[in-house]
């Protein structure tokens, strides 16, 4: 699954579109696995823009 997201490091601060490639099915599982990669960048607030099975 591909997961946009936008992010920002400061609460409403400038957005930045965040793009994770998960390698399940389950799209739980992939938000998840986004949130912690974009947390690893020191991003702090995000939001789900899309969820798209590739």
Do not use: C, N, P, W
């Amino acid at each position: 699954m591909r997961i946009t997201m936008h992010v920002s490091r400061e609460f409403e601060g400038k957005l930045e579109v965040f793009v994770h490639d998960a390698s399940t099915l389950s799209r739980l599982v992939a938000e998840l696995e986004a949130k912690a990669a974009a947390r690893k960048k020191k991003y702090r607030y995000f939001e789900v823009v899309s969820a798209v099975q590739i």
